[in-house]
């Protein structure tokens, strides 16, 4: 199955990333945002911020919030013929998590350990990649990096801000310095 072409991928992160900022607005902001697209109908099926610090829960990171929202909702266990976008590399959790879930393709825009382990400590830095290389014969991912990175960046820097000005709680072990 033909995979979105580069435009696509640029326009869906933009728009992924108009939709997590309006985290920014609420009471647990998050940089952390996810969608999903079916790629014959070329429609969005799901999207979803983390809710890590809302619901207490540290598993509920965007892409495996959105896949649960896009399987539920779809009423079929594989989104083979289905391609997440994440603003960020997914964790191993969350790649672990695309593989199960059979995605054709997974887009992201920052870096975990560059980008994100700034904001929040990464607790493995086990790459997407190494997960993929080994998945059972049959099963293929393609990984598409560093889509609007830099516009996925700023969204870590502004969470930041928001989350100092309004005396939110900062992410967990993590020094003040690090930003
Ligand atoms: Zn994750």
Same mark, same amino acid.
């Not at 309006?22 to 609420?26: D, E, N, T």
């Not at 790629?39 to 099926?45: D, W």
């Not at 920052?110 to 980008?115: P, S």
């Given at each position: 199955m033909a995979l979105p072409t580069d435009e696509q991928n640029a326009e869906r992160m933009r728009l992924l990333v108009d939709f997590t900022s309006?985290? /920014?607005?609420?009471d647990h902001p998050s940089p952390f945002g996810s969608s999903i697209y079916d790629?014959?109908?070329?429609?969005? /099926?799901a999207e979803a911020f983390d809710t890590v610090m809302r619901d207490c829960?540290?598993?509920?990171?965007a892409e495996v919030n959105v896949i649960r929202k896009a399987t539920k909702k779809s009423q079929r266990l594989s989104l083979r013929g289905c391609v997440l976008y994440s603003t960020c590399e997914p964790c191993p959790m969350c790649m672990s998590a695309c593989i199960w879930a059979e995605l054709d393709a997974v887009v992201y825009g920052?870096?975990?350990?560059?980008?994100a382990n700034r904001y929040w400590p990464q607790s493995s830095d086990m790459t997407p990649q190494e997960l993929i290389d080994r998945v059972r014969p049959g099963l293929s991912c393609t990984l598409v990096p560093h889509v609007e990175r830099s516009l996925c960046q700023q969204l870590f820097l502004r969470c930041d801000e928001v989350r100092t000005k309004r005396l939110l709680q900062l992410p967990p072990n993590r020094g003040e310095s690090l930003i």
């Open positions: 309006q985290s /920014l607005g609420s790629v014959t109908t070329e429609e969005v /099926l829960d540290p598993t509920s990171h920052a870096a975990t350990m560059e980008d």
